[in-house]
């Protein structure tokens, strides 16, 4: 029986590179020289640490990074959570945005649920992270894919290991 993978893994080298350019434009930027400003990436815990010595510069970081992410993998910003402005040692501030990887089960409820309630004749299944999706031919596989990506689009999907 045809199946496929719904599932939301993170281009950690995609991601590496968009912190590196942005590392890059801060160096090279007139408002930012004898600041404080830098973003760091911490790969083992899915955090980007943004720091700046006021909330607008914060924000001006922010303008850097989220283009950059979108252009070395799309939707790539939509993953990040966005924790609150922390102040540091006088009037420095810093944020962290939490990389979210992978599809957490209230988000997998609502696409089996999405998948129910199409009328495709296919059926969805819970697996860990990943969604499996079953059918009896390809073209319902391939149209349960077409309404996924229409129907979510708050949340990067990859649909993967499609097997006939």
């Known amino acids: 029986m045809p199946s496929f993978d719904i599932s939301s893994e993170v281009d950690m080298v995609a991601l590496k590179n968009a912190i590196d350019v942005v590392a890059r434009q801060i160096t090279n930027r007139y408002d930012f020289k004898g600041t404080s400003a830098n973003a760091e990436l911490n790969e083992k815990d899915s ?16 303008d850097i990074l989220l283009p950059a ?19 540091i040692s006088g009037n420095k501030v810093k944020q962290v945005l939490k990389i979210k990887a992978g599809i957490d089960t209230e988000l997998a409820k609502k696409i089996v649920k999405l998948l129910k309630d199409s009328g495709l004749k296919v059926q969805a299944s819970i697996q860990g992270d990943t969604v499996r999706v079953t059918g009896a031919k390809r073209d319902l596989l391939q149209d349960a894919i077409a309404f996924t990506k229409k129907s979510i689009t708050d949340f990067p999907l990859q649909f993967g290991n499609f097997r006939d």
């Open 47 to 62: 955090l980007i640490t943004l720091h700046g010595d006021s909330d607008f510069q914060l924000d001006q970081i922010k």
């Open 69 to 87: 992410m979108e252009k070395k993998e799309a939707d790539s910003a939509k993953r990040l959570d966005h924790q609150d402005v922390q102040k």
